[in-house]
Nanobody
Framework: QLQLVESGGGLVQPGGSLRLSCAASGFTLNYYAIGWFRQAPGKEREGVSCISRSGGSTTYADSVKGRFTISRDNAKNTVYLQMNSLKPEDTAVYYC???????????????????WGQGALVSVSS
């Protein structure tokens, strides 16, 4: 069974940092682009960042550019999202997702991804 599990969420003060992890089980991430998405209460799910299967190409939403960094370790079958300078508006449930994608790019769109994790809550508040 293909499964993604997010971890690393929690409560942090504005300006703080968190690192989310997305671990895969039941399949290897080597052939998948990975995306991070988030959904705040009452809002639609939106793309945060994605990374190509090799890690050579990344995409970021304008709202997180310069603050978030996506990376992957295929040997560990894990993708990370380092989040710095967090703001209250970053508060949301964060999901990782996998897209079977042999190209050298990723598409930061909900509809492009086939396998989804259960989500991890990130709360930014003083």
């Amino acid at each position: 069974q293909l499964q993604l599990v997010e971890s690393g969420g929690g409560l942090v003060q504005p300006g703080g940092s968190l690192r989310l992890s997305c671990a895969a089980s039941g399949f290897t991430l080597n052939y998948y682009a990975i995306g991070w998405f988030r959904q705040a209460p009452g809002k639609e799910r939106e793309g945060v960042s994605c990374i190509s299967r090799s890690g050579g190409s990344t995409t970021y939403a304008d709202s997180v550019k310069g603050r978030f960094t996506i990376s992957r370790d295929n040997a560990k079958n894990t993708v990370y999202l380092q989040m710095n300078s967090l703001k209250p508006e970053d508060t949301a449930v964060y999901y990782c997702a996998a897209d079977w994608n042999l190209s050298g790019k990723c598409v930061l769109s909900v509809s492009a991804f086939e396998v989804w994790g259960q989500g991890a809550l990130v709360s930014v508040s003083s």
